[in-house]
């Protein structure tokens, strides 16, 4: 009998991102035979926690993080009472001045606090793996005892504005980085030239059927529109470019359309959003319909589905849309390439309003354009499920 490997994977939360859905994923296809499985989560949130498979083991969340979470003056009344709150306090206010007169991204001047709080994982583990850069990356080299580590990284880096000299020593003592797309991987080439041969590609993780299902059996749009739908997945942040889509929804509008433009997650620019929908006078067109832990049914109901991102490392919800047959308008972010061929399994726009609308209006009065994408979809396998036998590969030669 082959002894099992003991995997840690680390990941700040499962909330319902692309590399959150892509973990959940490949756990739920690993090989119980092969491994044994530790999970630990630096917060136990996420609408996608559940999904997670009963034979994994979902370490306890540590306590340090869950007191850095509290209301600051609940903390400080706690840490009046007990000196060991107290240190952990007075840390995170240190590391809350460090993050406002810093000159890294707020995760990299917080570990430099984060990091004397947090207290050494005592379990040995044949590989430690973390699903995403910044914090869960430190983590894992200063806190986890493993025989090999290995970190995957699934955004541009050099537009994340990470200081890369913070992160050198990090990525050093990492023994394979795994990046989720080409792109993704020559920008971590030039921003580390040195480490270019541990550097290798993995695409996210996605099986076709599981989407499916979701797609089949989860609840949609119940109100009875009849005019076209068009979707977009993503958290409300910078990056995804909703600025974008509620400016393109504004033209579409006075091109004629009849349509809700629909986004479904959650972020720190709600309320700026919200302003810029009430300023076009979209109220009724563009909805933010908030995070939603099935949102396949929605996709799957869309005339159209919209990526309208800035920044993406490997854009999950493109290769989901495709899997649904959704024909699809993404901005033109270097990894877009990957997953799309211009004309054929979607169309690619520029960053800009104008264009984006040009391309939803094509597909929503093309018939024949939008038929000859559809057909392309329905023929072209767009799951990701090989990329399981890719993840061994990696962990064997490593």
């Given at each position: 009998?082959?002894?099992?490997?003991?995997?840690?994977?680390?990941?700040?939360?499962?909330?319902?991102?692309?590399?959150?859905?892509?973990?959940?994923?490949?756990?739920?296809?690993?090989?119980?035979?092969?491994?044994?499985?530790?999970?630990?989560?630096?917060?136990?949130?996420?609408?996608?926690?559940p999904l997670v498979p009963k034979w994994v083991t979902?370490?306890?969340?540590?306590?340090?993080?869950?007191?850095?979470?509290?209301?600051?003056?609940?903390?400080?009344?706690?840490?009046?009472?007990?000196?060991?709150?107290?240190?952990?306090?007075?840390?995170?206010?240190?590391?809350?001045?460090?993050?406002?007169?810093?000159?890294?991204?707020?995760?990299?001047?917080?570990?430099?606090?984060?990091?004397?709080?947090?207290?050494?994982?005592?379990?040995?583990?044949?590989?430690?793996?973390?699903?995403?850069?910044?914090?869960?990356?430190?983590?894992?080299?200063?806190?986890?005892?493993?025989?090999?580590?290995?970190?995957?990284?699934?955004?541009?880096?050099?537009?994340?504005?990470?200081?890369?000299?913070?992160?050198?020593?990090?990525?050093?003592?990492?023994?394979?980085?795994?990046?989720?797309?080409?792109?993704?991987?020559?920008?971590?080439?030039?921003?580390?030239?040195?480490?270019?041969?541990?550097?290798?590609?993995?695409?996210?993780?996605?099986?076709?059927?599981?989407?499916?299902?979701?797609?089949?059996?989860?609840?949609?749009?119940?109100?009875?529109?009849?005019?076209?739908?068009?979707?977009?997945?993503?958290?409300?942040?910078?990056?995804?470019?909703?600025?974008?889509?509620?400016?393109?929804?504004?033209?579409?509008?006075?091109?004629?359309?009849?349509?809700?433009?629909?986004?479904?997650?959650?972020?720190?620019?709600?309320?700026?959003?919200?302003?810029?929908?009430?300023?076009?006078?979209?109220?009724?067109?563009?909805?933010?319909?908030?995070?939603?832990?099935?949102?396949?049914?929605?996709?799957?109901?869309?005339?159209?589905?919209?990526?309208?991102?800035?920044?993406?490392?490997?854009?999950?919800s493109i290769t989901e849309a495709r899997i649904l047959?959704?024909?699809?308008?993404?901005?033109?972010?270097?990894?877009?390439?990957?997953?799309?061929?211009?004309?054929?399994?979607?169309?690619?726009?520029?960053?800009?309003?104008?264009?984006?609308?040009?391309?939803?209006?094509?597909?929503?009065?093309?018939?024949?354009?939008?038929?000859?994408?559809r057909d392309t979809l329905r023929n072209k396998d767009?799951?990701?499920?090989?990329?399981?036998?890719?993840?061994?590969?990696?962990?064997?030669?490593?």
């Open positions: 009998m082959i002894e099992k490997k003991r995997l840690l994977f680390v990941i700040e939360s499962l909330q319902c991102g692309g590399s959150e859905k892509s973990i959940v994923s490949l756990l739920s296809m690993l090989d119980r035979d092969r491994f044994e499985v530790d999970l630990l989560l630096l917060s136990h949130k996420g609408i996608l926690l979902i370490l306890p969340e540590p306590v340090e993080m869950a007191m850095l979470r509290e209301p600051l003056l609940v903390a400080f009344n706690k840490a009046l009472i007990d000196v060991s709150r107290f240190r952990i306090f007075l840390w995170r206010i240190l590391g809350s001045i460090a993050i406002r007169r810093g000159t890294r991204i707020p995760q990299q001047s917080y570990w430099i606090f984060l990091a004397k709080i947090l207290p050494n994982q005592e379990t040995t583990y044949d590989m430690a793996i973390v699903y995403a850069q910044g914090i869960a990356t430190y983590y894992i080299v200063d806190k986890v005892k493993a025989v090999k580590k290995l970190a995957w990284v699934n955004t541009d880096y050099r537009k994340q504005g990470f200081n890369r000299y913070f992160d050198r020593p990090y990525y050093a003592k990492i023994d394979r980085i795994v990046a989720v797309s080409h792109a993704c991987q020559d920008a971590l080439a030039l921003s580390f030239p040195e480490f270019t041969d541990k550097i290798e590609v993995m695409y996210d993780i996605i099986s076709k059927e599981l989407t499916r299902q979701l797609a089949a059996n989860g609840e949609g749009f119940t109100d009875d529109f009849d005019g076209a739908r068009i979707v977009t997945v993503g958290r409300l942040v910078e990056e995804k470019g909703y600025d974008l889509a509620i400016a393109a929804c504004a033209r579409l509008k006075e091109m004629g359309h009849r349509l809700r433009w629909y986004a479904i997650g959650e972020g720190y620019l709600r309320r700026t959003l919200e302003g810029l929908i009430a300023h076009h006078g979209l109220q009724y067109d563009f909805i933010l319909l908030g995070e939603k832990a099935n949102p396949f049914p929605y996709m799957a109901q869309a005339a159209v589905y919209v990526q309208t991102s800035r920044l993406e490392g490997f854009c999950m047959g959704i024909p699809i308008v993404t901005t033109n972010f270097p990894s877009a390439y990957n997953q799309i061929v211009d004309g054929r399994t979607g169309l690619i726009a520029g960053m800009d309003a104008a264009e984006i609308a040009n391309a939803v209006s094509r597909l929503l009065t093309d018939r024949q354009c939008l038929e000859a994408i767009a799951g990701s499920e090989a990329e399981v036998a890719n993840f061994y590969s990696i962990i064997d030669k490593v």
